[in-house]
């Protein structure tokens, strides 16, 4: 039988509440997706700051769509829900990316060294050997019945996270996935969450004052994708060159360096296989 998890969430309350004023922590034992579950509480009208913790998920999604499926334990599966401003939306995965590989590991390896925990555009972080750790998912709802058109007027956003904590089989995938313990044996869902959030709701606030450029150096510490070959699930093949003070994916291609913005485009170094 599955040990009950301990997530400590008056901690995680007390840590975050003086930041977030009328915060709450919730953790359920099962859910279909718990980005799912905010966007509906969202378009319902409830907008207050919230940390909704899945023990287990039965739709759980990634970008463009795909599944992310997990038993209890095995992943640490999270949505962070509030109301945010920003002056410029673009960026934000990347900061989340950013904020959350640093907490991971706080410590970067000496000059000419490549980070254990990687950052990959737009929204993944990869373990060395171009595995994939973790995802994250960003999903924004107008407030209901105000400022419907209004892209400067406060949004609500839902940051979704999901970690592989355990190993997990890599079937249906090119490239086995990694997982937390490989840094860290002693490392559980609640110890990875305890030591992301705090520094995760911070950076989010930084970003929605500043924007993702003054980021641009500490992505760039982390950058799996610079200065390799890649491919555009567009398409497009070229040297990616890192990415613009708005977030944007540089890539000089054969007519000259090009900026990708659109989340939908999928990028994948050349000499790495597709992943799932």
């Known amino acids: 039988m599955t040990q009950p998890i301990h997530w400590n969430a008056e901690a995680l309350w007390e840590a975050i509440a003086p930041q977030l004023p009328g915060f709450t922590v919730e953790v359920l034992p099962t859910i279909d997706s718990s980005n799912t579950e905010l966007m509906r509480r969202a378009r319902d009208g409830l907008t207050e700051p919230v940390l909704l913790i899945a023990e287990q998920q039965t739709q759980g999604r990634g970008r463009l769509g795909r599944n992310w499926v997990s038993g209890v334990g095995d992943s640490l ?30 410590h970067l390896p000496a000059a ?18 171009d595995r994939k750790l973790a995802g994250i998912l960003i999903e924004t709802a107008s407030f209901v019945g105000t400022h419907q058109h209004d892209m400067t007027a406060p949004r ?54 500043h924007g993702f450029a003054p980021l641009t150096q500490r992505f760039a510490q982390r950058d799996l994708l610079a200065g390799r070959e890649v491919n555009l699930s567009d398409g497009t093949t070229g040297m990616a060159e890192g990415v613009a003070a708005d977030g944007g994916f ?11 913005t659109s989340s939908e485009i999928s990028v994948r170094p050349a000499s790495s296989p597709l992943q799932n």
């Not at 509030?82 to 960026?91: E, F, N, T």
């Not at 996935?177 to 110890?191: G, N």
């Open 77 to 106: 599966m999270f949505s962070l829900g509030l109301p945010l401003a920003p002056r410029d939306w673009s960026g934000l995965s990347l900061a989340v990316g950013v904020s959350v590989a640093e907490s991971l590991q706080p």
């Open 112 to 129: 000419g060294a490549a980070p254990k925990i990687g950052i990959k555009w737009p929204n993944d972080l990869w373990l060395e050997g």
């Open 156 to 209: 609500y956003v839902v940051i979704g996270i999901g970690i592989n904590i355990r190993p997990r089989p890599g079937d249906g995938m090119r490239t086995a996935p990694a997982c937390l313990q490989e840094l860290d044996a002693a490392l559980d869902a609640p110890t990875a969450l305890a030591c992301i959030l705090p520094n995760l709701v911070a950076e989010v606030q930084a970003f929605a004052l």
């Open 250 to 260: 540089l890539v000089r291609t054969a007519a000259g360096v090009q900026a990708v």
